[in-house]
């Protein structure tokens, strides 16, 4: 009872690795079941590190941060329903930080936040109605999109560590493809939920790292099942502009993205499917494989709407 209290006020320490130290302590503390003693100290705490990464230039004690929120989150602490504009805020431009780690475990929190099979249900309104409760937060997240939107597609482009690891950055289409080189490293093959605890053991076919990549595109994928077609206006024009980028991963992530929402906003998208399947099936046949594979990956996305179509 005595030990939160203090280490919530190491939290600010002018010592780096106090801070950090005093976060990963916290956090540790930090579930369902913890004491009604040692329920006001998060407060503060969720107080302390708002304060923090906003002026806080250490990566060590960022990524700590943002471990910390996802812990407030999965713990259904009140202290988000209470802080939630200004948690997002620093959520948003932490995903945007230019240390990939930092990004990575930002993105880990949204989402974590939006996943389809999170069972926190009374963050933004009272009461027991699910749907209520998730119509919050799609409020709560619209407030958000013209910001978190961009750092998602961002996000979701291939690192030159990640090309470099896969040894595919090259034009081949000289060369057949092979059935692994036609599965997609992206984010998860079904929409299902995640947890601080499950994302670093998430394993995918062909891709065994949960990576930033993945992450944000999961988020988007949970996004647009939450908020639906009022996502197309703020998304679309993002992704005209990334097909057009003069680096072809760009590209790729803007593809993509359009496979992501096929889901949630499919809708919206709607008028648009005899364009889109056009368009990828023309870049099923692109020089470089990880544009012939996200095309058809992003094409298999749309196939039942496409046979609807033609019905």
């Known amino acids: 009872q005595r030990t939160i209290p203090k280490l919530v006020t190491k939290v600010v320490s002018p010592v780096e690795e106090i801070r950090r130290v005093a976060i990963n302590a916290v956090t540790h503390f930090v579930?369902?079941?913890?004491?009604?003693?040692?329920?006001?100290?998060?407060?503060?705490?969720?107080?302390?590190?708002?304060?923090?990464?906003?002026k806080d230039k250490s990566v060590r004690v960022l990524v700590a941060a943002c471990?910390?929120?996802?812990?407030?989150?999965?713990?259904?602490?009140?202290?988000?329903?209470?802080?939630?504009?200004?948690?997002?805020?620093?959520?948003?431009?932490?995903?945007?930080?230019?240390?990939?780690?930092?990004?990575?475990?930002?993105?880990?929190?949204?989402c974590a936040l939006m996943s389809a099979d999170n069972p926190k249900k009374d963050w933004f309104a009272s009461g027991n109605s699910s749907t209520l409760v998730r119509g919050a937060l799609g409020n709560a997240l619209k407030s958000q999109l013209k910001g978190l939107v961009p750092m998602l597609l961002k996000g979701m482009a291939y690192s030159q560590d990640e090309l470099a690891a896969m040894g595919t950055d090259e034009k081949d289409a000289h060369v057949p493809d092979r059935q692994q080189d036609v599965f997609p490293r992206h984010a998860c093959s079904e929409r299902k939920g995640f947890t601080a605890k499950s994302m670093e053991s998430t394993q995918d076919q062909g891709d065994?790292?949960?990576s930033l990549r993945k992450s944000c595109a999961q988020s988007l994928d949970n996004l647009s099942h939450i908020v639906g077609a009022d996502l197309l206006p703020?998304?679309?024009?993002?992704?005209?502009?990334?097909?057009?980028?003069?680096?072809?991963?760009?590209?790729?992530?803007?593809?993509?993205?359009l496979g992501a929402v096929a889901g949630g906003c499919s809708a919206?998208?709607?008028?648009?499917?005899?364009?889109?399947?056009?368009?990828l099936l023309n870049l099923s046949r692109d020089q470089r494989a990880l544009i012939r594979r996200i095309a058809c990956w992003t094409l298999s996305r749309y196939a039942e709407y496409f046979i609807k179509a033609d019905d």
């Open 31 to 54: 579930h369902p079941t913890i004491s009604e003693v040692a329920k006001p100290c998060l407060d503060q705490f969720h107080q302390n590190l708002l304060g923090l990464v906003t």
């Open 67 to 110: 471990q910390a929120f996802t812990a407030l989150l999965e713990s259904c602490s009140p202290t988000l329903r209470r802080y939630f504009k200004e948690t997002f805020t620093v959520m948003t431009r932490l995903l945007a930080h230019e240390d990939n780690l930092v990004a990575y475990n930002a993105a880990n929190w949204w």
């Open 208 to 210: 065994p790292q949960w």
């Open 234 to 257: 703020v998304l679309l024009p993002l992704i005209n502009k990334l097909l057009n980028h003069e680096d072809w991963s760009r590209r790729e992530s803007a593809i993509l993205a």
């Open 268 to 279: 919206g998208i709607e008028k648009n499917l005899e364009q889109i399947f056009t368009y």
